[in-house]
């Protein structure tokens, strides 16, 4: 079996040669990787390192700045393997926990697995700003509400579907809301989402964060619209 790895990339070049070399080291259970590396019109000098790895990975380039659900979009049109696995290109996400991501698939316990950063005991939230936290849980409270679910993570970053699934999603959203509309029209086909503990290793919008308020507010339309319309 094959394991397609997407890494939408913004602006990352401090960060990108480490997450890779993560990725190449992380255990994935005896599964091929497959690597595919969207860069969603950096400005910095992530081009320039991405442009020395087109030989051992499948590049992606976008001619401006488009938004991760762009680039997850671009990426999915790509994979081949049969389970996918969303990575950010930044260090919030560490791969060491991939085995866990992958177990419950593996032994066909469910199709989709969300990694959750607040089931583990005393979660690291210090560095998010207060608001963006508050933010967080009030969407993911109102999505388990009005769809009646007991997810507690929707936003994470690491997200893992049999290709199957998340290649027959119309997914339409360009940016950080692609976290909501995925959620949705996964719980629209009533598949049961699986949430793993994960580590998290949260940074600042100084050290990089690309999140802000109108994501939030983008994605709370999402989960209203959804349900009313």
């Not at 790895?5 to 480490?18: A, G, M, T």
């Not at 997850?72 to 930044?90: E, F, M, P, Y």
């Not at 970053?157 to 699934?165: E, I, R």
Request: net charge positive; proline share 3%; with cysteine.
């Amino acid at each position: 079996m094959k394991l397609s790895i997407l890494i939408p990339i913004y602006n990352e070049e401090k960060n990108l040669l480490n997450i890779l070399q993560r990725v190449e080291e992380a255990d994935v259970l005896g599964l091929e990787k497959e690597i595919i590396l969207i860069d969603d019109g950096s400005t910095d000098k992530t081009c320039e390192i991405l442009k020395n790895l087109e030989k051992k990975y499948l590049v992606i380039y976008h001619p401006q700045n488009y938004g991760k659900g762009r680039a997850l979009r671009s990426g999915l049109k790509k994979a081949t393997g049969d389970l996918i696995l969303i990575q950010d290109a930044d260090l919030e996400y560490h791969p060491k926990n991939y085995p866990d991501l992958l177990k419950p698939i593996l032994e066909k316990k469910t199709e989709v697995v969300f990694g959750s950063r607040f089931l583990k005991k005393r979660a690291e939230i210090h560095g998010i700003y207060w608001l963006y936290y508050l933010g967080n849980k009030f969407t993911n409270c109102l999505l388990n509400f009005l769809y009646k679910t007991k997810l507690t993570d929707f936003w994470t970053g690491y997200k893992l579907f049999s290709a199957s699934v998340i290649k027959n999603l119309p997914l339409e959203s360009d940016r950080f809301e692609i976290e909501a509309e995925i959620t949705l029209k996964l719980l629209k086909k009533k598949y049961r989402i699986l949430e793993i503990p994960i580590d998290y290793s949260p940074r600042t919008f100084k050290e990089g964060k690309k999140i802000r308020v109108s994501d939030g507010l983008k994605a709370l339309w999402l989960i209203i619209k959804n349900k009313f319309s």
